[in-house]
């Protein structure tokens, strides 16, 4: 390098051919490392994945929170939503935990879920609250450490599904994904990108299985309505 007019460096290029060799090689090697984290989620979680119709039985569906618009769920957890509906319909899961934010006073995604599942069919005593979901792995950690589910069926877009498959096997929640369709909007890209980024999040979290944001005690909720009968809407 060398300094020029204004205080800014020039980056040298390699000269020589051992240079360029060896500048090829931090290339590899650091695209490697940056691939790494989204090649271990589609190998951990790519086989895993599922339709409604032939996704396996589990006592458990989870679904993640993906945003309310005005107080309703957006139409991405409207689908999720609906997938958790129709599960339950079929008896592949006997409840439905839902997780999301509720981190402010005017933002509940728990409470939004848990009316549209009851407005769908899903009997109230079926249906599971967590209300400090605030990002996956929190969800999936909370899911097995608060809620006590070693198995279930979770529920997502695509391009989210083997995230969550990932983070919650390494929470120590044996898991199938379905992978709601989504359309293929501003939205959908949105979220393709962010995964590519937040794969590295979520290999540090699996790596390191930190405590949720709000850990807080046992909850029995998910005991008590796999107990329960399919008791009428809103028992």
């Given at each position: 390098?060398?300094?020029?007019?204004?205080?800014?460096?020039?980056?040298?290029?390699?000269?020589?051919r051992?240079?360029?060799?060896?500048?090829?090689?931090?290339?590899?090697?650091?695209?490697?490392?940056?691939?790494?984290?989204a090649?271990?989620?589609?190998?951990?979680?790519?086989?895993?994945?599922?339709?409604?119709?032939?996704?396996?039985?589990a006592?458990?569906?989870?679904?993640?929170?993906?945003?309310?618009?005005?107080?309703?769920?957006?139409?991405?957890?409207?689908?999720?939503?609906?997938?958790?509906?129709?599960?339950?319909?079929?008896?592949?899961?006997?409840?439905?935990?839902?997780?999301?934010?509720?981190?402010?006073?005017?933002?509940?995604?728990?409470?939004?879920?848990?009316?549209?599942?009851?407005?769908?069919?899903?009997?109230?005593?079926?249906?599971?609250?967590?209300?400090?979901?605030?990002?996956?792995?929190?969800?999936?950690?909370?899911?097995?450490?608060?809620?006590?589910?070693d198995?279930?069926?979770?529920?997502?877009?695509?391009?989210?599904?083997?995230?969550a498959?990932?983070?919650?096997?390494?929470?120590?929640?044996?898991?199938?994904?379905?992978?709601?369709?989504?359309?293929?909007?501003?939205?959908?890209?949105?979220?393709?990108?962010?995964?590519?980024?937040?794969?590295?999040?979520?290999?540090?979290?699996?790596?390191?299985?930190?405590?949720?944001?709000?850990?807080?005690?046992?909850?029995?909720?998910?005991?008590?309505?796999?107990?329960?009968?399919?008791?009428?809407?809103?028992?």
């Amino acid at each position: 390098m060398r300094r020029i007019r204004g205080g800014v460096r020039r980056v040298r290029l390699p000269r020589t051919r051992r240079e360029w060799r060896r500048a090829y090689q931090v290339t590899v090697v650091a695209t490697v490392l940056a691939l790494a984290p989204a090649t271990w989620m589609n190998a951990t979680g790519g086989p895993r994945v599922r339709t409604v119709a032939d996704a396996p039985a589990a006592p458990v569906a989870i679904v993640f929170g993906a945003g309310l618009w005005n107080g309703e769920p957006s139409p991405y957890l409207a689908h999720r939503l609906d997938a958790a509906a129709e599960l339950y319909d079929r008896g592949t899961v006997r409840a439905v935990l839902v997780t999301g934010d509720n981190s402010r006073r005017d933002y509940d995604e728990p409470d939004a879920m848990r009316a549209y599942l009851l407005r769908h069919g899903v009997p109230a005593r079926k249906i599971v609250s967590d209300y400090a979901g605030f990002d996956t792995w929190d969800s999936c950690s909370r899911a097995h450490r608060i809620f006590g589910v070693d198995r279930a069926v979770l529920v997502s877009q695509g391009f989210h599904i083997r995230r969550a498959l990932s983070l919650c096997a390494a929470a120590g929640i044996d898991s199938y994904g379905v992978g709601v369709a989504a359309k293929r909007d501003v939205t959908w890209a949105y979220g393709g990108v962010r995964e590519l980024f937040a794969a590295g999040k979520a290999a540090a979290d699996a790596l390191l299985r930190p405590d949720p944001h709000f850990l807080g005690p046992r909850e029995t909720g998910v005991a008590e309505a796999l107990r329960a009968g399919a008791g009428p809407e809103g028992s």
